[in-house]
């Protein structure tokens, strides 16, 4: 059974930091390609980053680039997004996803797992 359990969400105020992770279980974590996903309330979600199999090739949403920072460590089974000078404009949940292909994607229907989410709440 495949399980990505997303944790480290929560409340900051504007200009902090904030680093969420994804703990992957039952799935070959080292192989995928791993993204991050948010979605506002009345939104659609959106991508935000995403990194390929090895950790040395990375996309990043315009929105989100030069602040936010997608990592891995295969060693751990587990991605990271360290997200520094926060806006109110990134509150969202965020969830991380599991893909089967081994180059990052940015499309939501190009990956295969998903993880519940996490609660990221930036107050002005």
């Known amino acids: 059974q495949v399980q990505l359990v997303e944790a480290g969400g929560g409340l900051v105020q504007a200009g902090g930091s904030l680093r969420v992770s994804c703990a992957v279980s039952?799935?070959?974590?080292?192989?995928?390609?791993m993204g991050w996903f948010r979605q506002a309330p009345g939104k659609e979600r959106e991508f935000v980053a995403a990194v390929n199999w090895n950790g040395g090739t990375t996309y990043y949403a315009d929105s989100v680039k030069g602040r936010f920072t997608i990592s891995r460590v295969n060693a751990k089974n587990t991605v990271y997004l360290q997200m520094n000078s926060l806006t109110p404009e990134d509150t969202a949940v965020y969830y991380c996803?599991?893909?089967?292909?081994?180059?990052?994607?940015?499309?939501?229907?190009?990956?295969?797992?998903w993880g519940q989410g996490t609660q990221v709440t930036v107050s002005s």
């Open positions: 996803a599991a893909s089967s292909y081994s180059i990052p994607r940015r499309a939501v229907d190009e990956y295969d797992y």
């Open positions: 039952g799935y070959t974590f080292s192989r995928a390609a």
